[in-house]
């Protein structure tokens, strides 16, 4: 008999984080996932009550980040898997600071929060996999969201980074970076090309996280566009952005 593995996705309440801890279930791991919403918590457990633990969680709440994470070693001991899935960003074509922080809060703050204490659990215990979700948008910049696009490339950087200290790290660790284009979520603003189901999208993002993948495009196809946004010029990306 397989033994049941562990995982925490913190953001599950919707989109990405809610379909993949579904797969999880699926695949035998019990998991952890985490949201503010209580309500939308409740509703996922109900689909698989002994496969599911509710922690209830702002992850802009630094101090609670800490809290979070020494209940789980308490209760669970060890966790094999840690996903990091929340995420915020709205256009804002005018730089408004109060639209510009939130975003900054949860995708900078709070994601180098929770996978400093990912990384720091694993190092303990061992072992472990940390998966964030960046964004194809972590490749150049862009003029109607800069916060968004500048908080994914802090993301991508930091979790090579971190991938690197596991690659010298005497515990096996993995960290995988998990790149999206656009898919069919409530973070899919206005008109986009090459959407993705949201179904289709979190196969292929958990087809990398088994392969423990340093980096995934999410479809697959954006890694062609990845290639060409290293290289066009700022001179014609800015036309088109």
């Given at each position: ?162 991938w690197m200290k596991g ?58 566009v990845a290639v060409v ?13």
């Amino acid at each position: 008999m397989n033994k049941t593995k562990k995982a925490l996705i913190i953001g599950a309440t919707s989109g990405i984080g809610k379909e993949l801890a579904k797969l999880l279930v699926a695949d035998n791991y019990k998991v952890v996932i985490t949201g503010r919403r209580d309500k939308k918590l409740q509703d996922i457990k109900e689909t698989s009550p002994s496969n599911y633990i509710i922690k209830v969680h702002d992850v802009t709440d630094l101090n609670s980040c800490d809290a979070l994470f020494k209940e789980l070693k308490e209760e669970l001991k060890t966790i094999d898997l840690i996903v990091y899935s929340s995420g915020v960003g709205d256009p804002n074509y005018k730089l408004e600071w109060e639209k510009e922080f939130p975003t900054l809060q949860t995708n900078v703050i709070a994601a180098t929060k929770i996978y400093g204490l990912a990384y720091q659990f694993f190092r303990t215990q061992g072992f472990g996999h940390l998966v964030g979700i960046s964004s194809i948008a972590s490749i150049r910049g862009n003029r109607h969201v800069p916060a968004y696009f500048a908080s994914k490339a802090f993301q991508a950087n930091y979790l090579e980074s971190l991938w690197m200290k596991g690659k010298r790290s005497k515990a096996n660790i993995y960290v995988t970076d998990i790149q999206p284009g656009f898919v069919d979520t409530a973070m899919a603003i206005g008109d986009t090309f090459w959407m993705a189901s949201l179904e289709k999208a979190t196969r292929q993002i958990y087809s990398a996280i088994k392969r423990k993948k340093k980096k995934a495009f999410i479809t697959r196809r954006w890694g062609l566009v990845a290639v060409v946004l290293k290289i066009v010029p700022a001179s014609l990306l800015y036309k088109f952005s």
